[in-house]
């Protein structure tokens, strides 16, 4: 598979040659997350509304035989929600406003069917938690595999209002603004 922008026209990139018993693809699985060949993540998120899709035959099948209130929203959140927030700290920031609405109209069906409660977060509020508790983890753990990519602390003489991270705040692309490190250093 190979990586481009899309913007970037067939005739704008020299493909290797195809090699004889392989096949080339447009999008690839890695770690659960389908990624296309223009770093999209359209079929991760279709893959993912047809999962919570699927899993609310389950749900009616539980509340058919009596499970309902919070015993029900637990279920709901461990394999629902579960499966819709895995990894979303890396594609939430690639996802279009169309994607964002699909994931909020799932989460706004799971309330209107009593699967969740009426008070429960927006799907975009659940990804922007998930997304401060990984930062959290990634600044305070030095261990972390993610540490690494963190840019260099910034010191200062000056006595500035507080921020949830020292560090240097690097200069980003539209495309590096997406992606997790940057929307979190930009973002706090």
């Known amino acids: ?106 989460i706004r069906r799971l309330i209107r069917y009593h699967y969740l409660p009426e008070d429960s977060p927006s799907f975009e509020q659940l990804c922007l938690k998930a997304d401060s508790r990984l930062f959290s983890a990634v600044l305070t753990d030095k261990g972390h595999v993610l540490h690494a990519l963190l840019p260099p602390v910034k010191t200062s003489v000056y006595s500035l209002r507080p921020r949830a991270h020292d560090r240097v705040i690097p200069p980003a692309d539209s495309l590096m603004r997406r992606t997790y490190i940057t929307r979190m250093i930009y973002r706090t």
């Open 1 to 106: 598979m190979l990586i481009r922008r899309k913007r970037a026209g067939p005739g704008n990139l020299t493909t290797p040659c195809v090699t004889p018993g392989l096949t080339r693809v447009t999008s690839m699985v890695i770690l659960g997350v389908t990624i296309s060949n223009f770093l999209g993540f359209e079929d991760h998120i279709h893959r993912i509304c047809c999962q919570a899709r699927q899993s609310l035959y389950a749900l009616r099948t539980l509340v058919a035989h009596g499970l309902r209130g919070p015993l029900l929203f637990d279920v709901v959140r461990a394999t629902t929600l579960a499966r819709m927030l895995y990894a979303s700290p890396v594609w939430w920031g690639f996802a279009g406003q169309c994607e964002r609405n699909r994931l909020q109209t799932l």
